[in-house]
C-alpha cells in the first residue's frame, strides 16, 4: 500500500495589490526573488521600484529612495555634494568621535562644537555662510578656542597657516651649484 504524503504549506500569501505602505502603493506582483515575493510599487514622487513583500510590510521600505534624495538638512538633495557640509560633519567627528582623524589634535585636546552648530547644520550655514572659493575652509580665530560663531572664519591656506598655535617662522637658504645625484647625495 503506497501511502500519500500531503505537505502542509503555510496561509495562502497575501496579496499587497492596491494597499499602501508610506509614499508607496503596491500596483502587482513582480518577479520572485531569492524566495521572496517582490512587488511593483508606484511612489508619490511618480517613479515606479520594485520592493520585497518582507520589507513593506516590515515598514523597512517606505519610498522609492525620494525620502533619502529630499531635502532633509536644508541643503542639497545629496549631502556629499555640498562643500560646507562636508566641512561641517568632519569638524563634529574630528571634535566627539575618538575614531576619527584628527580628533587627538581637535576634541582629545577639548575643542568642541558649540551645540546650536552639533546639533544643526542649517544653523552653521545660516552662521558662516558659504565658503567664498573652493580653496577656503573653516578656521578658528583662536586657536584653543572651540567651533562657534564669534570664532570662526572661513580662511585660505595661508591665513590658517599664520594661525596656528605653534605659528614659527622657517626660513630656507638656497644655495646655488648643489644638485642631486641618482644615490641622493649632493654634489656641487
Request: glycine share 10%.
Amino acid at each position: 500500500m503506497i501511502q500519500r504524503i500531503v505537505m502542509k504549506r503555510g496561509p495562502k500569501p497575501e496579496d499587497l495589490t492596491g494597499k499602501k505602505f508610506g509614499r508607496l502603493t503596491v500596483i502587482c506582483e513582480a518577479n520572485q526573488k531569492w524566495g521572496h515575493r517582490h512587488w511593483r510599487c508606484a511612489c508619490q514622487c511618480g517613479r515606479e521600484c520594485i520592493v520585497a513583500g518582507t520589507e513593506l510590510k516590515r515598514s523597512r521600505t517606505r519610498s522609492c529612495g525620494c525620502v533619502r534624495r529630499e531635502i532633509i538638512h536644508g541643503e542639497c538633495a545629496d549631502p556629499r555634494k555640498s562643500r560646507e557640509y562636508r566641512i561641517w560633519s568632519v569638524m563634529k567627528s574630528r571634535c566627539s568621535n575618538p575614531k576619527a582623524t584628527g580628533y587627538d589634535y581637535y576634541g582629545g585636546r577639548g575643542i568642541t562644537v558649540c551645540p546650536e552648530w552639533c546639533n544643526s547644520f542649517v544653523q552653521f550655514l545660516s552662521d558662516m555662510g558659504r565658503a567664498p572659493t573652493k580653496f577656503h575652509s573653516i578656521d578658528r580665530i583662536d586657536p584653543t578656542g572651540g567651533y562657534e560663531p564669534s570664532n570662526c572664519r572661513w580662511a585660505t591656506p595661508v591665513e590658517q597657516a599664520g594661525n596656528k598655535g605653534s605659528s614659527t617662522s622657517l626660513r630656507i637658504r638656497i644655495t646655488r651649484g648643489l644638485r642631486a645625484s641618482p644615490r641622493g647625495n649632493c654634489s656641487p
